[in-house]
């Protein structure tokens, strides 16, 4: 597997229109290269090869902005931006060298953090994220489900690494609200998402891989931070509605297109968000292995 590991890591940087930078070419999106970028720095602290680490620490600083806050051109919803956000986290809990003068990691994944609070609406549905940042934006009156599980799982991952309780309390309160329109259901299956413009009452009932797998390790991180019962049973209970929705005949599948051959340029990498998360989930909580 390491070996494998290091093939595909040096196979996506030699992929890369401009060698320098960790932005993948088209027809992929902004927001995949944020997760590669996550992904480069975690095959660095995973295997012990960090030769791609440098190159992934540059990305970062290329695409903050001055604001430091990953609002490029290509952030118009809520979890473009919180996909880079994820990655200055993941570069922050495995200390990552911070060249003098700069801005740390974890200051990047705070002004997200911050800013996105500033967009829960509570003038719909009592809450939630919406999918678009912009009014008027194609998706703006949708309450999506990853735009939210990003929120949740970047505040308990903050809560754990810096002792924020205000993190902590918006974790908890993001995944109540979640859990409180039914995007999360009884049995745990995480459905797409909801529509503002109709308060909230008709739910996509849709089920993609990454959704799974976002809220399970937040689940997880905030099971190990608090020691909650409740987080304890969230995560157990996510885990088996991803194990029983996303896994046919011991591998991964995304049910609603790999079949048809339909899945797009987006869903094409929602398997690997939720494999990269069972894995996080498995060190984070070590008896779910």
Known sequence: LVVTAAQIAQSIKSSLPNPSLVLVPQPYYWWQSGIVNNALFTYGFVTGDKQFEDLAKNTLYNQATAANDFMMPDATGNDDQAWWALSALTAAENNVAVPAGSPTFLSMAQNVFNEQKGRWDESSCSGGM????????????????IANGLFFQLAARLAKLTGDADAKAWAEKSYDWIASTGLIDTDFNVYDGTDAASGCVDLNHNQWSYNAGVFLYGAAVMASQTGDAKWADRTNGLLAAAQRNFVRDSALYEPICEDQGTC????????????????????ERPDLK
Not at 264 to 283: C, E, H, M, P, Y
């Open 130 to 145: 919406r999918f678009k940042i912009n009014a008027g934006d194609v998706g703006y009156e949708y309450k999506s489900s």
């Open 264 to 283: 797009n340029n987006d869903q094409v990498s929602f398997k690997g968000i939720l494999a990269r998360w069972l894995g996080a989930t498995a060190v």
